[in-house]
């Protein structure tokens, strides 16, 4: 008996970044705020209530929809998810169920290999269970400030095949969102939150065999997605060859994921989708799309170079390497930064790329001051230890106000501290070193 497929879906959620909520003007911002200090009507659910959708949300999830390649359908709706939770205020969600706003996309892996995403709609975040001990009494507080935040969902087809492509296709979603501007994207924080559906196909002899479908829950960090998957293959694989229970209708489970014990726990059976009674959100409108504004979209998302268009650059443009471009590219800032440097002395391309990438200068400092750097490290050469000491000793004796403020974290100090080395002729030392030996 043997492992002859690891299937793995993803739902991922992601909290976009707008001002406001989804379907009212309470602040979408909810991170470390007072408990129920942003709500109003809307999203606390109280009868009479009217939702408005939020107009920049929509917009947000379109472009997510068409970064990941999408097709963008003429025509959307808000539907309702019924289902019976107390961080569920109305009883239902809006959400999207039939005719989200995006569909047929996919998201291109390292290897190539192609994981194909069903669709991409939108949804309103529902509040926040907080289990506590209030006077020695074990209680549920509600807190309503994330009820109603836009959360947009990401569904991918079970394409992926082991815990590091599930790993990699994560990383590369919130590397997307986050160019994009569009949601933080923090798993620690809450803002992106993932539910892999996990199976084997496991063959014996000449048969082969389906387990039970998984999704797993409550997954905050990168780390824990591929060691819950991992013990999860291990788990359903050892479970099979006990008791043979292969995949049917109605034998899907959810477990949680326990760091401290590291293992998986069964939370609940699932409900099938038809439990939800979806039905079209009767306050809202369905969205029809012209040719005109679909062209619109396509041609703002045109204007935005995405990571994987940026990465192929710097390898064409400057002849860097794989693994430097992906650092470099990981996020828009260590981008822009390293080009506005390039732009400054072009002949040094890749020895700027290797002090950004090794971290080889001190932090804070200008793309200017990073050149200066640069070539402050290259007209010094080595001297002893000795000789580095006593001038650090001179420095802090003659300019101590210069070295307290680079301890502080001032960044013109640095650039100080470079001139009164070069001021000494007697000295030849890389910068390097100096910071290497300033006590802090
Ligand atoms: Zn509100």
Redesign the pocket.
Known sequence: MEITKIIIGLEVHIELKTKS?MF???PAGHFAKQPNT???????GLPGALPVPNKKAIEWTILLGLSLGGEIPKLSQFDRKNYFYPDLPKGYQISQYKNPFSINGSLCLDNDKKIKIKRVHLEEDTAKLLHETVNGEKVSLIDFNRS?VPLVEIVSEPDLNSSDEAKEYLEKLQQLVRYLGISDADMEKGSMRCEPNINLEINEGDKSFFTPIVELKNINSFRFVKKAIDYEIHRQFEEFREKRIEKATGNKQTRGWDEAKQITFLQREKEEANDYRYFPEPDIPPIEWSDEEILNFKFQISSYELPWTKKQRFVDQYGLSDYQTNILTEDRKTADFFEECVRLDKVGVIEIANVIINKRSPEGLSPDQLIGFISASKTTSWNSEKEIEKLIEKLLKEHPEVIEGYKKGKPQALGMIIGLVKKDKNVLVSIDDIIKKIPL
């Open positions: 909520k009212c003007g309470c942003q709500t109003c009507p809307v999203c606390l109603g």
